[in-house]
């Protein structure tokens, strides 16, 4: 089973440098540019394609890893070879996009997925002990997803199955987990400049309490992980700390009481009862809002 990768960035690279390292074979790389195919294949020992016609026919599986946008005009050049036909497999690995832009092979008898990397890859080629950890999310029809499947028994990844509906939710909560996470911190980092805190020792000193947070998170759950003055129904805490966000840095207020009532909503009933809800509700919105 040859895999052939198209596109040959953070994500193909690493792919096939870890796929290479489990005793998978990988037939090597066609990407726009020449010069990232060059180093693909270098790292892993395979072949640099001139066009696609020559990947299809050294590779029974094709994996796109280019960016989103790219896909579909992928999926229409491949569409034109004459060496496309029913053994092919054809897997992306977007998080956004569904297998179903490989409609049109499904049709010829060929296996479609999409496999995604719950991971960001910020370099050509990621450890192989990161990679080992890392799981994957994986929809397509059953000819696809048997084929990867046998493929992450050999690697020992673990994985979850999707339907393809719910494949855009899945990305925006991952979005959310890890892109806006990014935001959320940037935007506590900014409060204590506000705050006066020398801004160079602001990562050091709190990136410790983040990574509790989490530990805590993994631990005991979102619910029990929580700590802080709305769970404890710090009533004027909570006041002061719209007061002080309003007269120093309004801009984040509405994101502090979206992220306040978002928090109530998920310990009302867990760790506190309704009448403190309904009173912290209150100081975070400064009685503006009145959730039910």
Known sequence: ??????????VGTSLGNYFMQKNLSVSGYYSKSKSSSVRSAGLTGSAL???????????????ITTGDDIIPEVVSLLGQSPYLNEK??????SGALSSEVFE??????????????IMTFSEVSTPVKDLEAIKFTLEGNHEGKALIQKMLEVTGNEFFIIDKESKILYHAAACVLSNYMVTLIDTGFEMLTKAGIDQE??????????????NNVRKSGTVDALTGPLVRGDENTIVKHVDAI????????DLYETMGIATLNMIRDKRMDSEKYFKIMKAVTKGEKNEK
Not at 105 to 113: P, S
Not at 201 to 214: D, E, H, M, Y
Not at 246 to 253: G, N, Q, V
Request: net charge negative.
């Open 201 to 214: 020792k602001i990562a050091s000193s709190f990136l410790p309490l983040i990574t509790a947070t989490l």
């Open 1 to 10: 089973m040859e895999i052939g990768f198209i596109g040959a960035g953070k």
């Open 246 to 253: 309003k007269t120093s840095i309004p801009e984040y207020l």
């Open 104 to 117: 049109g092979f499904e049709k010829l008898g060929c296996g479609i997925c999409s496999l995604h990397p």
């Open 49 to 63: 394609f001139e066009d696609l016609d020559s990947l299809l026919k050294a590779s029974a599986v094709v994996f």
């Open 88 to 93: 092919h497999t054809f897997v992306h690995t």
